[in-house]
T-cell receptor, first 115, second 108 residues
């Protein structure tokens, strides 16, 4: 069964460092998402991406965050200068078309620890 | 966005059917009901979704009331591996917004 894959599974970084989280969405999917989950809290929407541009972003997705689809298979989330409060599980997701009747599939997540 | 209300936690005996309720009284006619679950800190796992009709797949059944103001997710024969947080989501547009869900404990 096709799945969304994410790397790394766990990354520890020092405060102020840049981090890139990588995702390989399901191969025929066109819509991509990043979510995050701080330990013990809800899964929160960060950003959606389609046709090489951001479709929607939440208040969390400020200027220190960026997303990119550098080639035909990868989708990345960059955090420019990490803060302690960026420590969280980051989930990538994808769907093959938009609209509320279409399923979004999630990866297993990248656990980011900022020290 | 339409909001959902779920009990914070439920218990179910192993081998029995787990019935997870969800209220979504402000749902609009074109909004789908989705169910996901999250086992420990793994990625949210899609279970099932529906608009008006009841739906069944290999994982679960979704029963939506005729007025669409509530629904029930049914896991027909719960196992210990079904212990997870279950999210009922009314989806509007492209993204999914998660609430707090129901923490389902399967008791041996």
């Amino acid at each position: 069964e096709p799945e969304v894959t994410q790397t790394p599974s766990h990354q520890v970084t020092q405060m102020g460092q840049e981090v890139i989280l990588r995702c390989v969405p399901i191969s025929n999917h066109l819509y991509f998402y990043w979510y995050r989950q701080i330990l013990g809290q809800k899964v929160e929407f960060l950003v959606s991406f389609y046709n090489n541009e951001i479709s929607e972003k939440s208040e969390i997705f400020d200027d220190q965050f960026s997303v990119e689809r550098p080639d035909g298979s990868n989708f990345t989330l960059k955090i420019r200068s990490t803060k302690l409060e960026d420590s969280a599980m980051y989930f990538c997701a994808s769907s093959d078309w938009t609209g509320s009747g279409n399923t979004i599939y999630f990866g297993e997540g990248s656990w980011l620890t900022v020290v | 966005d339409a909001k959902t209300t779920q009990p914070p936690s439920m218990d179910c005996a192993e081998g029995r059917a787990a019935n997870l309720p969800c209220n979504h009284s402000t749902i609009s006619g074109n909004e789908y009901v989705y169910w996901y679950r999250q086992i420990h800190s793994q990625g949210p796992q899609y279970i099932i979704h529906g608009l008006k009709n009841n739906e069944t797949n290999e994982m679960a059944s979704l029963i939506i009331t005729e007025d669409r103001k509530s629904s029930t997710l049914i896991l027909p024969h719960a196992t210990l591996r079904d212990t997870a947080v279950y999210y009922c989501i009314v989806r509007v547009g492209d993204k999914i917004i998660f609430g707090k869900g129901t923490r389902l404990h399967i008791l041996p």
